[in-house]
């Protein structure tokens, strides 16, 4: 497995401070195979034995092999960005981001969760902060095939659906991270009153990811250097228009959906 790959998978079981090596890794992985094993001790404030301990953790012998494996990665994925203006860095962030959600993605699991979200007598979409934004696009789309859709963008809407849900039901989470505490918790209520619990998340083995029926894993976009500004849910979009292209196979949602739009551009320009 590609090293960077395997330190993001991991990243929920390591402590703090290999976090703090793990997530500079992921950010900056060039600048780390220039940096001796006391660099990296100073510039993430840990100890050149925290640093040990990860190596081992990532299936390296010493700091020296997790430097070649790193470099070695890197050539044979060619993921650099570009060094040019900063349309190309932001669009090569973008192309990686799509590439390994790609490589995420379980076309059977896809398929599941479209027949689960089609045969669902309600649709709640969860999701806080920037995954409540996603959480209401989505319910949009899905409203105008004609599918009945609830966004619940807060922890106590959330409780209170969860709380009222069978297993009629499906629940649609999205979350980054997928530790949002308010989030998991309603969303256990959900799986305990037997609603079908789907979730998209970039981190596996993080608490959402545990707790849902069936899952979508996609590139964690919050694994970019600081001084960026990157769409955080650029991945969950992609994952979620993949969905949305597989619904619309379905006639009736097509036929639906082109209703909904002729009617909208008809009170526009009327």
């Not at 379980?106 to 934004?133: A, C, M, P, T």
Request: hydrophobic content about 35%; charged content about 25%; glycine content about 4%.
């Amino acid at each position: 497995m590609n090293t960077l790959k395997l330190i993001e998978d991991l990243l929920p079981t390591l402590s703090r401070q290999e976090r703090k090596v793990a997530i500079k890794i992921i950010q900056d992985s060039e600048s780390v195979q220039q940096m001796s094993i006391n660099k990296l001790a100073k510039t993430t404030g840990v100890s050149n034995a925290t640093i040990t301990r990860f190596v081992k953790k990532v299936n390296c012998k010493d700091f020296y092999d997790l430097k070649l494996k790193l470099a070695s990665d890197h050539k044979t994925e060619n993921t650099e960005m570009k060094s040019g203006s900063i349309t190309d860095e932001v669009y090569s962030f973008y192309k990686n981001v799509l590439s390994d959600t790609w490589e995420r993605l379980d076309i059977e699991q896809l398929r599941k969760i479209v027949e689960l979200i089609s045969n669902g007598r309600r649709v709640y979409l969860f999701g806080i902060g920037s995954s409540g934004y996603t959480a209401l696009e989505m319910t949009q789309r899905l409203l105008r095939m004609g599918i009945a859709a609830f966004p619940m963008t807060e922890s106590n809407l959330m409780y209170i659906t969860s709380s009222i849900v069978n297993e009629n039901d499906v629940i649609l989470a999205l979350s980054s991270s997928g530790n949002t505490k308010g989030l998991n918790n309603a969303l256990q209520m959900a799986k305990d009153n037997h609603a079908k619990v789907i979730g998209i998340t970039g981190i596996e083995k993080s608490p959402m990811y545990e707790i849902c029926d069936y899952h979508v894993l996609v590139k964690n976009s919050n694994f970019v250097n600081n001084t960026r500004f990157i769409n955080s849910q650029f991945a969950l979009t992609y994952a979620l228009d993949i969905i949305t292209t597989m619904l619309l196979e379905n006639d009736t949602y097509r036929t639906r959906l082109n209703h909904t739009v002729e009617t909208v551009l008809d009170n526009k320009f009327d």
